[in-house]
Every structure is written in structure tokens, then in C-alpha cells.
């Protein structure tokens, strides 16, 4: 079945150790997002890659980056990790967005970040 | 930018119960989706829906697009569809990008 993956799905860091979440997808979709989700709260945007176009959201901190190397594949580098990093990352994708919005956008299952 | 509100923010019901879920949003929107945020965290997707209704089984959806809101119907609740429903939009000015804008969310926990 086409779907979104997310590995890991939980994973434990120390606090300014760097960490890398992973994201694949088959659906053949051009744009693929990150979104953070702290308990209790909605997630929010960080940023999105339309094919190689890499789109930042104006608040999302410089600790966060991203890498697309190819359609399937989508990365998230957390450089130096603070108690405050500590949610649920949630990739997801959608077809196009030329629609004007109009696209669904699909979620992976999501890793949920410990920084101790 | 478009502002999203959900209500109930908190619901219980028993086994078997009917409910409805309803989104407000300030501005017109281009999409408009409903999930299901299980308890693992996982945000399913329920349904499309910029304007119209939906049935998909136990669950119905209706945006009037005019008035500005959505409603989520689900009948003879499960334990199942214990977790947390999300409406998300996306609003006229944010079609170049599709950013979704997530409302405030309702827990659900159907008890048996």
C-alpha cells in the first residue's frame, strides 16, 4: 500500500546531541512537510519541500533543517536539541499545491521525541 | 491569518451514542480536512471537504462554506474513535503553499 513512513518511531536523545528523523513516502507526491506537535497542542508547520524547493515557516527556529535528496526521501535535523524540542514530529505529503491549496495532504504515523 | 476554533474542546460519551463536531473559521478557505489523532498519535484522515457532505460508514461530514464552518458527525460511537479530532483549513491566501492550519481539536473518549 502506498503510505508515509516515519523512522523511528520513538526516539531518545541528550540534550545538544544532534538527531536526524526520517520520513519516506510512495506516493510519488511532490511536497512533503514537517510539522511539530507538543502535548496537548495542534502541530504546527515548521517547513516544506516542493520537489527541491525548500519553503521555511518565518518562526521556525535555525535549530531545525531539512534535506530532500530525492522524491521518496525527507529529513529533519534537529542540530543542538533543547528540553523544548521534546514532541511528536509528523511528516506528511501532498500531490501538488498549484491547485491552490487544494490538495490532501496524507500523514505518517509520526516519532515522538525524547530529550532528556 | 484564518483562525480555526473547535467545540466541544472536550466530549464523553457512552458506547453507542451519537455526536456532532463542529469547526468555525474566520475566512474563506480553500481545503478543509477532518483527522483522527489515535492515541499512538497517528492523524488519520477522515475527509476532504472544502464545501458539501460527506458519508464514509459511521461518519458524515457538511461544510457550509458561505457560513464558515464544518460539522463531523459520528454515530454509534466505538471505543475505537477515542482520541482527538482535528479540522485543518487552508485559507484563500494560503493556497500557494497548502499550509494547513490546524483548529484547536476536540477530545473524544467513548467509555463502554
Known amino acids: 500500500d502506498a503510505m508515509v513512513i516515519q523512522n523511528p518511531r520513538y526516539q531518545v536523545t541528550q540534550f545538544g546531541k544532534p538527531v536526524t528523523l526520517s520520513c519516506s513516502q510512495t506516493l510519488n507526491h511532490n511536497v512533503m512537510y514537517w510539522y511539530q506537535q507538543k502535548s496537548s497542542q495542534a502541530p504546527k508547520l515548521l517547513f516544506h519541500y516542493y520537489d527541491k524547493d525548500f519553503n521555511n515557516e518565518a518562526d521556525t527556529p535555525d535549530n531545525f533543517q531539512s534535506r530532500r535528496p530525492n522524491t521518496s526521501f525527507c529529513f529533519l535535523d534537529i542540530r543542538s536539541p533543547g528540553l523544548g524540542d521534546a514532541a511528536m514530529y509528523l511528516c506528511?505529503?501532498?500531490?501538488?499545491?498549484?491547485?491552490?491549496?487544494?490538495?490532501?495532504?496524507?500523514f505518517g504515523p509520526g516519532t515522538r521525541l525524547t530529550v532528556l | 491569518g484564518i483562525q480555526v476554533e473547535q467545540s466541544p474542546p472536550d466530549l464523553i460519551l457512552q458506547e453507542g451514542a451519537n455526536s456532532t463536531l463542529r469547526c468555525n473559521f474566520s475566512d474563506s478557505v480553500n481545503n478543509l480536512q477532518w483527522f483522527h489523532q489515535n492515541p499512538w498519535g497517528q492523524l488519520i484522515n477522515l475527509f476532504y471537504?472544502?464545501?458539501g457532505t460527506k458519508q464514509n460508514g459511521r461518519l458524515s461530514a457538511t461544510t457550509v462554506a458561505t457560513e464558515r464552518y464544518s460539522l463531523l458527525y459520528i454515530s454509534s460511537s466505538q471505543t475505537t474513535d477515542s482520541g482527538v479530532y482535528f479540522c485543518?483549513?487552508?485559507?484563500?491566501?494560503?493556497?500557494?503553499?497548502?499550509?494547513?492550519?490546524f483548529g484547536t481539536g476536540t477530545l473524544l473518549a467513548v467509555q463502554p
Open positions: 506528511a505529503t501532498s500531490r501538488e499545491y498549484r491547485l491552490a491549496g487544494r490538495d490532501t495532504q496524507y
Open positions: 485543518a483549513v487552508v485559507g484563500i491566501d494560503g493556497g500557494a503553499t497548502n499550509k494547513l492550519i
Open positions: 471537504i472544502p464545501s
